[in-house]
Nanobody, 115 residues
């Protein structure tokens, strides 16, 4: 199974982007959808997650600016990013985790915010 993330690009500071992630075939038992990012020379970090019960969790750095949504049954996850800052520049990866903690990662989509 492959996860395809898309929607990244170059945007000016203050702008918006919407990332999407879909799977190449149906995954069953997905309980957590998430987005992570990795800036150059930095470790990958959690951006936002959403459980199948609708509970969301955000990194402090994106709270109030980013919104995660998705459909666990349809294996789709989105990340609405507003008020983008230069420090949001990174490769963004989607992740889907099953009830037994098996994780599937997308290939990453680049987001570049120019100041």
């Amino acid at each position: 199974v492959q996860l395809q993330a898309f929607g990244g690009g170059l945007v000016q500071a203050g702008g918006s982007l919407r990332l999407s992630c879909v799977t190449s075939r149906r995954l069953f038992g997905i309980t957590v959808l998430g987005w992570y990012r990795q800036a150059p020379e930095k470790q990958r970090e959690m951006v936002a997650t959403i459980t199948d019960s609708g509970t969301t969790n955000y990194s402090d750095s994106v709270k109030g600016r980013f919104t995660i949504s998705g459909d666990h049954a349809k294996n789709t996850v989105y990340l609405e990013m507003n008020s983008l800052r230069s420090e949001d520049t990174a490769a963004y990866y989607c992740k889907m985790t099953t009830y037994n903690y098996r994780a599937y990662w997308g290939q990453g989509t680049e987001v570049t915010v120019s100041s």
